[in-house]
């Protein structure tokens, strides 16, 4: 399993940006899909949820409302389109597999930091 997220960066509040993440080595069209962040001091936490075809979505409520989660099994691709960013959103953000009662590969990427800050 190889999953290599990117698209993070330094935003100002209010801000936008598209996090994407690569997978490979697992048949990506099977699995439900996350998106989970780590922010400083806490532990990680769930942020997004996609059914592995696509059609069915959840949101941390934190984020509902300004996170859209989307994927691409073409392309072995998730995405995470974060508006709206706010300074508590500053964390390393991290996709997997996971969601609908199905848990995390063992194996996760190098993760993608995302800041939050005027």
């Known amino acids: 399993v190889q999953l290599v997220e990117s698209g993070g960066g330094l935003v100002q509040p209010g801000g936008s940006l598209r996090l994407s993440c690569a997978a490979s080595?697992?048949?990506?069209?099977?699995?439900?899909m996350s998106w989970y962040r780590r922010a400083p001091g806490k532990e990680r936490e769930m942020v997004a949820t996609?059914?592995?075809?696509?059609?069915?979505?959840n949101y941390a409520d934190s984020v509902k409302g300004r996170f859209t989660i989307s994927r691409d099994n073409a392309k072995n691709t998730v995405y995470l389109q974060m508006t709206s960013l706010k300074a508590e959103d500053t964390a390393v953000y991290y996709c997997?597999?996971?969601?609908?009662?199905?848990?995390?590969?063992?194996?996760w990427g190098q993760g993608t930091q995302v800041t939050v800050s005027s």
């Open positions: 996609i059914h592995r075809t696509g059609v069915i979505t």
């Open positions: 080595g697992f048949t990506f069209s099977s699995y439900h």
């Open positions: 997997n597999a996971g969601g609908y009662g199905l848990g995390p590969f063992s194996s």
